[in-house]
């Protein structure tokens, strides 16, 4: 069973949602990757998802854009980032880490070379958005013989014939986009997530984890009513854009907490 199978299946037996925080690494500077990566788990995080910097994020939004852009401008690499990951390891090896980017990198690194470094650095599951699941068969099961567990987005506008093709290669869990748009875009509708949840569970046998929209603690318990997880991203990535560098952390470190008492508050 992998770091995050054990993850979920520890929140289901006490009742608990997952809280999955996502930071773009090398943001808002390279030095405090890591540092960061340990405060997002002493805030109640149970999976953090560490965003590659690409160039032409299409997924993103402008605050993630951003995010990359400025890490990117430091030089920041994957081999960078998968170093990263290995020195969080010495300290923490139970918290499930998801890198989550674009094909680029991967492929400019090998996929057979990306999934060895992936094992040996300590990463848990990755999330390549412009991997279509029909395209990506080979690569989700070289993924998995390495101990890394695959995972793909799911839309609003995804055929329940893709949901079951997405089950077929995926692991670890899904990750639900609640909104049609960018990362940081549009406003939750509650009730079309928790419409959709059912036909996803009914076609796939994974944890489901919500994302795209999140901003505070009201909308991630209203999320968490209906999903498995909460996945917040472009706040936190404001956050850090916007906090004085030698607050970052403890910004970070409480804004999560914060999210963390919501999702474990007693209706």
């Given at each position: 069973?992998?770091?995050?199978?054990?993850?979920?299946?520890?929140?289901?037996a006490q009742g608990r949602k997952g809280l999955i925080p996502f930071i773009t690494a090398g943001d808002p500077e390279p030095g405090l990757t890591v540092a960061l990566m340990h405060a997002l788990v002493e805030g109640g995080a149970d999976v953090i998802e560490l965003g590659v910097p690409f160039s032409d994020p299409m997924a993103?939004?402008?605050?993630?854009?951003?995010?990359?852009?400025?890490?990117?401008?430091?030089?920041?690499?994957?081999?960078?980032?998968?170093?990263?990951?290995?020195?969080?390891?010495?300290?923490?090896?139970?918290?499930?880490?998801?890198?989550?980017?674009?094909?680029?990198?991967?492929?400019?690194?090998?996929?057979?070379?990306?999934?060895?470094?992936?094992?040996?650095?300590?990463?848990?599951?990755?999330?390549?958005?412009?991997?279509?699941?029909?395209?990506?068969?080979?690569?989700?099961?070289?993924?998995?013989?390495?101990?890394?567990?695959?995972?793909?987005?799911?839309?609003?506008?995804?055929?329940?014939?893709?949901?079951?093709?997405?089950?077929?290669?995926?692991?670890?869990?899904?990750?639900?986009?609640?909104?049609?748009?960018?990362?940081?875009?549009?406003?939750?509708?509650?009730?079309?997530?928790?419409?959709?949840?059912?036909?996803?569970?009914?076609?796939?046998?994974?944890?489901?984890?919500?994302?795209?929209?999140?901003?505070?603690?009201?909308?991630?318990?209203?999320?968490?009513?209906?999903?498995?997880?909460?996945?917040?991203?472009?706040?936190?990535?404001?956050?850090?854009?916007?906090?004085?560098?030698?607050?970052?952390?403890?910004?970070?470190?409480?804004?999560?907490?914060?999210?963390?008492?919501?999702?474990?508050?007693?209706?």
């Amino acid at each position: 069973m992998s770091r995050i199978q054990s993850t979920f299946a520890a929140l289901s037996a006490q009742g608990r949602k997952g809280l999955i925080p996502f930071i773009t690494a090398g943001d808002p500077e390279p030095g405090l990757t890591v540092a960061l990566m340990h405060a997002l788990v002493e805030g109640g995080a149970d999976v953090i998802e560490l965003g590659v910097p690409f160039s032409d994020p299409m997924a993103d939004g402008p605050v993630i854009q951003r995010a990359s852009e400025r890490a990117l401008a430091n030089g920041v690499s994957l081999t960078q980032v998968l170093g990263w990951v290995r020195d969080f390891r010495q300290r923490d090896a139970n918290t499930p880490v998801v890198l989550m980017g674009y094909a680029n990198p991967i492929e400019r690194m090998g996929e057979g070379a990306f999934a060895q470094a992936a094992r040996e650095a300590g990463v848990d599951g990755v999330l390549v958005v412009d991997y279509p699941p029909e395209e990506c068969e080979s690569f989700a099961q070289l993924m998995r013989d390495h101990g890394v567990d695959p995972i793909f987005l799911l839309a609003p506008t995804t055929t329940d014939a893709r949901i079951a093709q997405v089950a077929k290669v995926a692991s670890g869990y899904l990750y639900y986009v609640s909104l049609k748009g960018v990362t940081g875009s549009g406003a939750l509708d509650l009730d079309s997530v928790a419409a959709r949840l059912p036909v996803i569970k009914a076609r796939a046998n994974l944890p489901v984890g919500v994302g795209f929209g999140i901003r505070d603690a009201q909308t991630a318990r209203a999320i968490a009513s209906v999903a498995d997880a909460v996945v917040i991203g472009s706040r936190l990535v404001q956050l850090l854009e916007e906090a004085p560098r030698e607050q970052a952390v403890q910004s970070l470190r409480s804004f999560i907490a914060e999210i963390r008492t919501a999702l474990d508050a007693k209706s």
